[in-house]
């Protein structure tokens, strides 16, 4: 996979979005943690408390010492955490990786940005306002369409369809290649799709 060099501070840690608890761990909307989790499991490493509402643990990836947060604020509070994770390891907002579900993108595309807007998520959102800045990587994985006639929250608190389950192991498998190379190339380049079907 290649990256165009950039000007980067390079990755420092890496947050999964989605919410808290076993009711939610299998659904669209924590796509985000399934990444990170998957990612420790890779590094047999575990989860602990953090000094503030998030679960963090230190990994070797890509050739640097990252660390793993998973928020414990629900999704539509992310932000107060991401405020807190970059305060306890002192690093600056384009140095925190957040990964989260997108209704806008189909099953099986993952799309990096190194900046951007909230595009409709509120846990990008609440993100956005509490460090005050859009200059934060992103990697958005797609969960499709909400299907017509269902709400948006209804449908990214479902767990996924057990056909899409081969895909959604696909994505993060993808996505886990995506940052290792984002990482070992400490760059912060122009916006890349990738199709993992």
Same mark, same amino acid.
């Given at each position: 996979?290649?990256?165009? @060099? &950039? =000007?980067? @501070?390079?990755?420092?840690?890496?947050?999964?979005?989605?919410?808290? &608890?076993?009711?939610?761990?299998?659904?669209?909307?924590?796509?985000?943690?399934?990444?990170?989790?998957?990612?420790?499991? #890779? %590094?047999?490493?575990?989860?602990?408390?953090? @000094?503030? =509402?998030?679960?963090?643990?230190?990994?070797?990836?890509?050739?640097?010492?990252?660390? #793993?947060?998973?928020?414990?604020?629900?999704?539509?509070?992310?932000?107060?955490? *991401?405020?807190?994770?970059?305060?306890?390891? *002192?690093?600056? =907002?384009?140095?925190?990786?957040?990964?989260?579900? @997108?209704?806008?993108?189909? #099953? &099986?595309?993952?799309?990096?940005?190194?900046?951007?807007?909230?595009?409709?998520?509120?846990?990008?959102?609440s993100i956005?306002?509490?460090?005050? +800045?859009?200059?934060?990587?992103?990697?958005?994985?797609?969960?499709?369409?909400?299907?017509?006639? %269902?709400?948006?929250?209804?449908?990214?608190l479902e767990?996924?369809?057990?056909?899409? +389950?081969?895909?959604?192991?696909k994505v993060? +498998?993808?996505?886990?290649?995506?940052?290792?190379?984002?990482?070992?190339?400490?760059?912060?380049?122009?916006?890349? +799709?990738?199709? *993992?079907?």
């Open positions: 996979m290649m990256i165009a @060099d &950039g =000007p980067s @501070d390079g990755i420092k840690a890496i947050m999964g979005l989605g919410n808290p &608890g076993r009711r939610y761990a299998e659904t669209r909307h924590n796509y985000g943690f399934m990444v990170v989790d998957r990612i420790a499991f #890779l %590094k047999r490493k575990e989860f602990s408390r953090g @000094d503030g =509402p998030y679960f963090a643990c230190e990994v070797e990836f890509g050739g640097e010492n990252l660390t #793993l947060v998973k928020s414990t604020t629900y999704m539509n509070n992310s932000g107060k955490a *991401a405020a807190l994770i970059c305060e306890s390891f *002192a690093i600056v =907002p384009s140095q925190l990786l957040v990964i989260a579900d @997108d209704c806008n993108l189909p #099953l &099986g595309k993952i799309r990096y940005r190194p900046r951007g807007s909230d595009g409709g998520h509120n846990g990008l959102l956005i306002e509490h460090l005050q +800045t859009e200059e934060f990587p992103r990697i958005r994985l797609g969960i499709g369409e909400t299907p017509n006639g %269902k709400p948006r929250e209804d449908f990214v767990e996924f369809a057990l056909e899409e +389950t081969k895909t959604v192991e993060i +498998t993808k996505t886990i290649e995506l940052i290792e190379t984002l990482v070992a190339n400490k760059s912060r380049t122009s916006s890349i +799709t990738v199709n *993992a079907i």
